[in-house]
């Protein structure tokens, strides 16, 4: 890896991007300052490049300015083929493009944008001759073949070759964590182990014990020594999953963790060294988050070296059949694959809850032969009627197989109880703690119904 792969990377945070051999470089922006303190600053924008750049006064900003006038993370541009969307982050003191002031705005090139006391100027950067990159179906565990996620590919693969922290953006069930150990499993700490962290699965009151460790009766309950999070991966690879509902009392000691590279357990006296490469995984924009001061700005700089933002998966056009396809095999689907009507409907349908609630679709037709609730196209009487009615209902399709009584009703709740979870977790946005006070019980059963290790 060369300064360009992985540029400013103790300075700043920044997106890393994939690199391109000059003549291959597809046409993009330049965005200048015109005026302010900082003129003569620039930054270059390419086409379908991953993730918005930032600019502002904080230190994680692409663009970093000066100018007092301007907030810490003032706007957003993103890039894609043809035109680029700008969006204001709720700045103080707001954003104009060609004297308009504007909330969100599409560009093209040729624009002036003011903010505080600095002009921006965007223009087209000279024509390249545009190469057919060659395309890619997948990286380690990550599945796809579809632009959106294909142009990736190549910044995944710098992501594992390094060892800098990176948060990982994305909705819920886009494969976040798959794309976590599949970076770990790419890099040199792969012999190591891979942790995971869950913010939205451990008490407030207990996360410093679960991440840190604890001595022997440093609490109530801690009736034996335990190691943390952090020692458990030592030599390998921690995430921490939906880092944005970290309790924001617990922030500066990961931050201090972090940057000392050890760790102290409670009820510990001596500090222990730790070899631990950090991923963060998070579904919340953490932007706005700092902005709103429920994540603190520094832990943000020290976690966001490298950024990847993954796309939904209604935006990974032709990816649901790939998938599809992919998760038939792997959970044992009947050869040669799902029926072509059946890929049909999937195709069609929105998927809110992305590749997660894909796969779930495909195991559910594989050992039940119904669609499930949520997985409609958008020919709601033609082709999704048809399939619905070859595969009938759970009731009818569980007393079609002469099961005994107790393992067919067994069967009928798991189905029921996939499918409430489901629902109320899509509205709720994902948010474990707000679904199970809306389905009235306690959130630890609630992740017990969620990952299907329901016992008794």
Not at 37 to 64: I, M, N, T
Not at 362 to 368: D, G, M, Q, S, Y
Not at 418 to 424: K, L
Request: aromatic fraction near 6%; proline fraction near 5%.
């Amino acid at each position: 890896m060369d300064e360009h792969d992985l540029a400013d990377l103790e300075g700043g945070a920044t997106a890393i991007q994939p690199s391109r051999r000059p003549e291959e470089r597809p046409a993009g922006w330049r965005l200048s300052v015109a005026e302010g303190p900082d003129r003569g600053a620039a930054l270059e924008l390419q086409p379908g490049q991953a993730g918005p750049v930032l600019v502002g006064q904080s230190p994680s900003c692409d663009l970093r300015l000066t100018d007092r006038h301007v907030s810490r993370r003032h706007l957003s541009i993103e890039a894609s083929e043809s035109r680029l969307v700008l969006t204001d982050l709720d700045s103080t003191n707001g954003t104009f493009v060609d004297g308009v002031s504007i909330a969100c705005a599409y560009l093209r090139g040729d624009e002036s944008i003011r903010l505080g006391a600095t002009t921006l100027r965007l223009s087209r950067s000279a024509s390249a001759l545009p190469a057919t990159p060659a395309v890619e179906e997948g990286f380690c565990k990550v599945v796809g073949a579809s632009r959106e996620l294909s142009r990736l590919y190549p910044l995944f693969r710098k992501l594992a070759a390094s060892d800098v922290p990176v948060v990982i953006e994305g909705e819920t069930g886009t494969g976040k964590e798959v794309l976590a150990e599949s970076i770990h499993d790419a890099s040199a700490r792969a012999a190591g182990p891979f942790v995971v962290f869950d913010c939205t699965a451990v008490p407030a009151s207990l996360m410093e014990a679960e991440l840190f460790g604890h001595e022997r009766g440093a609490f109530t309950g801690a009736t034996a020594t335990r190691k943390g999070f952090f020692e458990q991966a030592s030599g390998g690879t921690l995430l921490i999953d939906e880092i944005g509902d970290l309790d924001l009392s617990l922030q500066p000691k990961l931050l201090r963790a972090i940057e000392r590279r050890e760790v102290r357990r409670v009820g510990g006296a001596e500090p222990i060294q730790i070899d631990v490469r950090l991923l963060a995984a998070t579904r919340r924009d953490l932007d706005r988050a700092v902005q709103e001061g429920r994540f603190r700005d520094d832990l943000y700089h020290r976690l966001a070296v490298g950024r990847v933002e993954l796309p939904p998966l209604r935006k990974r056009k032709g990816d649901v059949a790939v998938l599809a396809r992919h998760f038939w095999r792997e959970l044992g689907g009947a050869p040669p694959g799902p029926p072509a009507d059946l890929l049909a409907t999937w195709e069609r349908a929105s998927w809110p809850g992305n590749v997660r609630q894909l796969r779930n679709a495909v195991a559910r037709w594989i050992a039940l032969g119904e669609l499930g609730d949520g997985v409609r196209g958008e020919d709601e009487g033609g082709e999704v009627a048809r399939v619905s009615e070859r595969g009938g209902d759970i009731v009818e399709t569980v007393i079609a197989q002469k099961l005994p009584l107790p393992l067919a009703r067994l069967r009928v709740i798991e189905s029921f109880e996939a499918r409430y979870i489901a629902a109320v977790l899509a509205e709720h946005d994902g948010n474990v703690a707000k679904a199970a006070e809306a389905s009235g019980i306690a959130r630890r059963y609630f992740q017990i119904l969620r990952t299907g290790k329901r016992r008794g």
